[in-house]
Each structure stands twice: as C-alpha cells, then as structure tokens.
C-alpha cells in the first residue's frame, strides 16, 4: 500500500444494515473489497481478497471477531483488525489489544471516530476510543495473573445474551452452538465469577457495561 493508495478494508458484522452503513461512512475514504456476516465468512473473505484493514465486530455467529483474528495470523493473513463493537468492557478491549488488534472504537461513538481509527491504522499507528482508554490501560498494565476475573470472547457472548433474557435454546440458535455447550458456558460462569444465580450474572453483565443497566 503506498501513500497515495486508499486501504483496502474488508467489513465483518452479522447486521447486513449495520455493514451497509459502516460501507456508506467509510466511502471515499477506503475501498471496501468484501463485506462478511460472520466469523467463518470472514475468514473466508479476508483469505480471498487479503485487505489491508478489516473492521469487525466482536460478538458474531459461530466465531467471534477475536477468534478469527486469531485464526487468520495462525493462516498467514496479517491483516489490521480495529474492532467496532458494543462492549465497553476494559478486560474484553484489552484482551483485543493483547491478542494483536490494532484498534477499539465503540459503536456508540463510532461516526467520525471510525475514521480517525481506520486513518490511524493505515498510518500503523493503533487507535483506542477514548470512551474506555483509561480503564483498557490499567487492565492492560495488570500482570495476567492478577487480573481477578478473565472471561474468553465466547464466555462473554454466552454472558451477553443471558442477561438480555435469551433462553439456552435461543443462545445457541444464535451462536451456532449446542444447548450443552451453552449450558457448560454457563456453569463455568457461574464458578469463575462466584456467582449462584442467572440473576449473579446479570449483574455482573450490567455492572461491567455488557449491556445497558
């Protein structure tokens, strides 16, 4: 990619209109090589057309955005991840940015501040949304070790729609999982963050910014 070439990004959330839209605000700024609707696709997608950027959410069917972040570096395909997404959880963020992302914007101030990311990205800078940096520093300052709670990406999307009411079936239906791994997701939930009850985890989904209180 030289100076006078736009980056070249590929798209990755499971809300075609939410996709649409980031294509529409990014236009004339990126050229936009491929759009995916989950993990897996984006994989597939980021193999085939290998973008310099590829802004994903964090939370989709099948394969989490930090999942197949992962999952492409161990393929060969070293593309620049910046995550857009809903959770202002610190430990979730800095996981991100430990795991390799180049950035972190909120989809709540995502607007010009999606571009001020991309830009930096191509710069090969890194960019963290201002909304959480202090919190996400602080996580990341910790010795792993110390960290009293750390949850995987899937642990945190079984959390996520536990606390928004999901019934198990549901969750896998949406995961693309099965109710027993839902099920043994939750337990290890339970036992990792002392809880007892769903309502425990709801809690602790509300306090930690999963989803609104």
Not at 88 to 116: H, T
């Amino acid at each position: 990619m030289t100076l006078m070439q736009r980056p070249r990004v590929l798209l990755a959330d499971d809300h075609v209109m939410v996709a649409q839209g980031l294509g529409r605000l990014l236009e004339g700024e990126v050229e936009i090589v491929a759009t995916a609707n989950d993990g897996a696709a984006l994989v597939e997608q980021a193999q085939k057309h290998r973008p310099d950027i590829i802004v994903s959410d964090v939370s989709m069917p099948g394969m989490t955005g930090l999942e197949a972040m992962k999952r492409l570096k161990t393929l060969g395909v070293h593309a620049k991840f910046i995550f857009l997404t809903l959770h202002a959880e610190p430990r979730l963020a800095s996981e991100a940015m430990r795991s390799g992302a180049s950035g972190y914007v909120l989809k709540q101030s995502a607007g010009d501040e999606l571009i001020e990311a991309v830009r930096a990205v191509a710069g090969g800078l890194t960019y963290l949304t201002p909304l959480i940096t202090r919190d996400v520093l602080l996580a990341m300052a910790q010795p792993d070790d110390a960290q009293e709670i750390s949850l995987t990406p899937r642990q945190l999307g079984v959390l996520r729609l536990i606390a928004e009411g999901k019934r198990m079936k549901e969750i896998a239906n949406e995961l693309q999982i099965s109710v027993r791994t839902v099920e043994t997701h939750k337990q290890s939930l339970l036992h990792t963050l002392g809880a007892e009850t769903t309502a425990d985890l709801i809690k602790f989904a509300i306090k930690h910014g999963l989803i609104p209180g």
